[in-house]
């Protein structure tokens, strides 16, 4: 394939490797290049991308801060099988069930989950704040209604 067809796409899978390499650890560069099928030339054109010199410049950072540790690992990973759970996902042979649940997951993975909303009672309730004078003061005022005693008749 010549230079001019052959993609230079990288992933942060290989910005993670480039990046450990630099921290003076990982695998030589020849054999990330062989890894990832990239040449020399491929490797020219990629390291002048802004978006991948900040990529790695952020592992690095990572690396630096939180050494090479099983979560960093395992995050380079999951953002890789992003794409597969993209092509999962739309695939019609996949069963619904399996689609809900990796969409369910990247939902949760992003954060994106909506919060739990905490509960003041079994019976419902309201909380109000009453702010007084200016002072930035609160005074909590709980309208939560009570539980009627057992024994009483």
Do not use: C
């Not at 490797?17 to 491929?42: N, V, W, Y």
């Not at 609160?138 to 005693?149: C, G, K, N, S, W």
């Amino acid at each position: 394939m010549s230079a001019m067809t052959r993609p230079t796409k990288w992933t942060d899978r290989f910005a993670f490797d480039i990046a450990l390499r630099l921290e003076g650890s990982g695998e030589k560069l020849p054999e990330i290049l062989k890894t990832h099928d990239f040449t020399r030339s491929d490797f020219l054109t990629i390291q002048n991308d802004p978006v991948f010199k900040k990529s790695v410049q952020n592992y690095r950072n990572e690396i630096r801060e939180k050494g090479m540790t099983f979560k960093l690992k395992a995050r380079a990973q999951a953002e890789e099988l992003l794409s597969t759970s993209w092509i999962i996902i739309h695939s019609p042979d996949v069963p619904a069930s399996v689609k809900a649940d990796l969409i369910k997951s990247t939902v949760k993975w992003a954060g994106l989950e909506p919060k739990d909303t905490p509960q003041v009672g079994a019976a419902g309730g309201v909380t109000i704040s009453i702010n007084l004078d200016n002072a930035n003061k609160e005074i909590p005022l709980d309208v939560t209604p009570r539980q009627p005693a057992l024994d009483a008749a």
